[in-house]
């Protein structure tokens, strides 16, 4: 049997964060986690392109078109949408959720799902680099493994 992994050492490539400026306290965080990571991986801050979005619903767009450009090897969305009391969340979360994912399969490049969905502003700040970590590191790791178990398959 033929086992594919994908590694975090020398990865390379180039990649797209697509950032959603609401809740930017929280989202500004998870952005220099993906950076921090992906430039602790050995891509060169030269292969990090960043876009800031009005907000999470502008996300898929500007990751679909990313993906298409053909200029990069995944693409990372980064956001935060927090639960208020009405519907409205639900509606953001799937609608994004659903985006991305349909955009990772529609281009064959990895659109990493890194937007936070919590219940309040705490869950959010802890998800964004306090007691649960900084989940805009573990995308860009996911991202960076996706890239290189797509890479075996290239061969």
């Not at 891509?43 to 979005?53: A, H, K, S, T, Y």
């Not at 064959?108 to 989940?135: H, M």
């Not at 805009?136 to 493994?145: D, F, I, M, P, S």
Request: hydrophobic share 45%; net charge negative; with cysteine.
């Amino acid at each position: 049997m033929n086992i594919h992994k994908g590694g975090l050492s020398a990865v390379g490539g180039r990649y797209a964060l697509v950032a959603s400026r609401f809740n930017e306290l929280v989202v500004d965080s998870l952005v220099k986690g993906a950076q921090d990571s992906l430039v602790r991986h050995d891509v060169p801050e030269d292969q990090i392109d960043l876009f800031w979005v009005p907000g999470a619903m502008e996300v898929p767009v500007v990751c679909s078109r990313a993906a298409k450009s053909g200029r990069y090897d995944a693409v990372i969305a980064l956001g935060a949408v927090i639960r208020g009391a009405t519907p409205h969340f639900d509606v953001v979360v799937n609608a994004v959720a659903g985006g991305c994912a349909h955009i990772s399969l529609e281009t064959d490049v990895p659109v990493i799902f890194g937007v936070l969905t919590t219940d309040s502003i705490e869950q959010a700040l802890e998800r964004a680099g306090t007691k649960a970590g900084n989940q805009g590191r573990h995308a860009a790791v996911t991202a960076l493994e996706m890239v290189s178990v797509l890479r075996t398959l290239e061969d």
